[in-house]
Each structure stands twice: as structure tokens, then as C-alpha cells.
């Protein structure tokens, strides 16, 4: 079955500390997002993709890397320089032409 | 870019009675509005779109209304059921990208009571 993967399903990450998170999606995709949801703020786009070593910075970048090698790969990164990194991060997919995104099941991050 | 304003924050509605989600957006070009459910811990599902050419979109109890004049979408759900506890998620696209950047409301918490 087609889909988009995220993993890990739960990450804990101390201060001063880079991690990655992963995204990967076999459904033929063009376009590649990363949105990062806290409590009461709904879905804030951090990075996208929509095209293979091309992306743009979304509205709330500052502190966060991506990379776009692949058509199916997208992780994020997220260095220390994110003063508050503890949240729950959502990757998506879309295809040329338009229509709805497909969304992964999520990442939640917490600093410790 | 697009400003979407979703009402209300929060809904709580009977089994069985029916609950009304209102999205205004912002520009004119948008031509394409989805909305999307997420279950706790989990990412948000498309459950119903509409595009600009059609004012009315139905799908068994769900259903979502367009007035372009107005800028605004409303999702209709029937018959609630427990099961339709969610926050909801109304969005309206990018103009002009055939790859479509959406812009999200904030959400709404509805709760269905047995």
C-alpha cells in the first residue's frame, strides 16, 4: 500500500542537541511538507519541497534544515538553535496538480 | 499569502444532532478547499474537498458548502456520531501552483456527547 512514513513515532532530544526526523512517501509524490502543530495553533509550515534539491522556507523556519535528495525522502532537521523544539511534527505529500495533501502519522519531539 | 479564519474553536453537539464548521479565506484566487480530520495522536485525513467550480459537495453525512462571492466554506456534518470526535481542519489553496501550498485554519474540537 502507498503511504508516507514517519519515523520515529516518539523522540526525546536533550538541549544543544541536533536531531533529524524522518519522512519518507512511495506514493509518486511531487511535493514534500513539513508542518509543526502545538496545543490551540493549529498546522504552522516550517519547510517544503516541490522538487528534488529544491525547497523553501515556510513561516516558521528559523532553527530547522531540510534536504530534498530523493523524490521520496524529506527529513527535517532540528538544530539547537529551535528555542523550543518540543512539539509534534507532521509531514505531508502532494501530487502535480493540486488536491488534498497526504499526511504521515507524525513525530513527537520532546527536549529534556 | 492566504489568511483562513475557522470558527468556531471549540463544538459540542449531541448524538444525532448535526454540527456546522465555517471557513472565511482570504483571497479571491484560491480555488481549491479541503478539510481534514485528526484523531488524537494521529496525522490529519482528508474527508471531504471542494474546488471553486462547484458550490456544493456531498459525501453520505458529511457535506461541504462554497459561496465564492463571500469567500467563505462551512463543512456540515449529520446524524453526529461518537466516532466523529475530532479537531477539524479547514484549508484553501495556494494560487496559482499547480502543486499547491494549503493554508490551514486553526481548528476546530468537536465533541460528540452519547
Known amino acids: 500500500d502507498g503511504g508516507i512514513t514517519q519515523s520515529p513515532k516518539y523522540l526525546f532530544r536533550k538541549e544543544g542537541q541536533n536531531v533529524t526526523l524522518s519522512c519518507e512517501q512511495n506514493?509518486?509524490?511531487?511535493?514534500m511538507y513539513w508542518y509543526r502543530q502545538d496545543p490551540g495553533q493549529g498546522l504552522r509550515l516550517i519547510y517544503y519541497?516541490?522538487?528534488?534539491?529544491?525547497?523553501q522556507k515556510g513561516d516558521i523556519a528559523e532553527g530547522y534544515s531540510v534536504s530534498r535528495e530523493k523524490k521520496e525522502s524529506f527529513p527535517l532537521t532540528v538544530t539547537s538553535a529551535q528555542k523550543n523544539p518540543t512539539a509534534f511534527y507532521l509531514c505531508?505529500?502532494?501530487?502535480?496538480?493540486?488536491?488534498?495533501?497526504?499526511f504521515g502519522s507524525g513525530t513527537r519531539l520532546t527536549v529534556v | 499569502g492566504e489568511n483562513v479564519e475557522q470558527h468556531p474553536s471549540t463544538l459540542s453537539v449531541q448524538e444525532g444532532d448535526s454540527a456546522v464548521i465555517k471557513c472565511t479565506y482570504s483571497d479571491s484566487a484560491s480555488n481549491y478547499f479541503p478539510w481534514y480530520k485528526q484523531e488524537l495522536g494521529k496525522g490529519p485525513q482528508l474527508i471531504i474537498d471542494i474546488r471553486s467550480n462547484v458550490g456544493e459537495k456531498k459525501d453520505q453525512r458529511i457535506a461541504v458548502t462554497l459561496n465564492k462571492t463571500a469567500k467563505h466554506f462551512s463543512l456540515h456534518i449529520t446524524e453526529t456520531q461518537p466516532e466523529d470526535s475530532a479537531v477539524y481542519f479547514c484549508a484553501a489553496s495556494e494560487k496559482g501552483s499547480t502543486l499547491g501550498r494549503l493554508y490551514f485554519g486553526r481548528g476546530t474540537q468537536l465533541t460528540v456527547w452519547p
Open positions: 506514493l509518486n509524490h511531487d511535493a
Open positions: 519541497s516541490q522538487i528534488v534539491n529544491d525547497f
Open positions: 505531508a505529500s502532494t501530487r502535480r496538480g493540486g488536491g488534498g495533501y497526504t
